[in-house]
């Protein structure tokens, strides 16, 4: 399953990612949104894991755009800030549904999440 980590800080991403890698999944870095699109039709990620706070482009921008080109891709957000809920209200009322995974994340958690899509 590939993964695609989205996230400004890059120790938190790059964290994530050999975590993943550990867990038998290929996994990418971005660090920012106009890297992650520019990679996106070439890694072709099962799963996205996006930061929602990030310069230039947010999170939830990027992933709406991911979404509308692969819809079968699952997205879940990452936020350790409470001013991520606006964000979120505003994607839900475009009919953006994902889940928000409190930052630090917890590897034995995010192992557990993606688990299901490893098998799709």
């Known amino acids: ?28 870095a971005a660090y920012d949104g106009k890297g992650a699109l520019r990679r996106l039709d070439s890694f072709r990620p099962r799963v ?36 991520t809920s606006e964000l979120l209200n505003e994607a839900q009322q475009k009919g953006f549904h994902w889940e928000l995974l409190p930052k630090p994340i917890d590897p034995q958690e995010l192992r557990e999440k993606l688990e299901p899509f490893a098998t799709e």
Request: net charge negative.
């Open 1 to 28: 399953m590939r993964v695609l980590v989205i996230d400004d800080e890059k120790h938190i991403a790059d964290t994530l990612v050999m975590i993943l890698q550990m867990s038998g999944w290929e996994a990418t």
């Open 48 to 83: 996205v894991i996006s930061d929602v706070i990030m310069p230039g482009m947010n999170g939830i921008e990027v992933c709406e755009a991911i979404q509308s080109r692969y819809p079968a891709c699952h997205i879940f957000l990452s936020s350790g800030r409470p001013s």
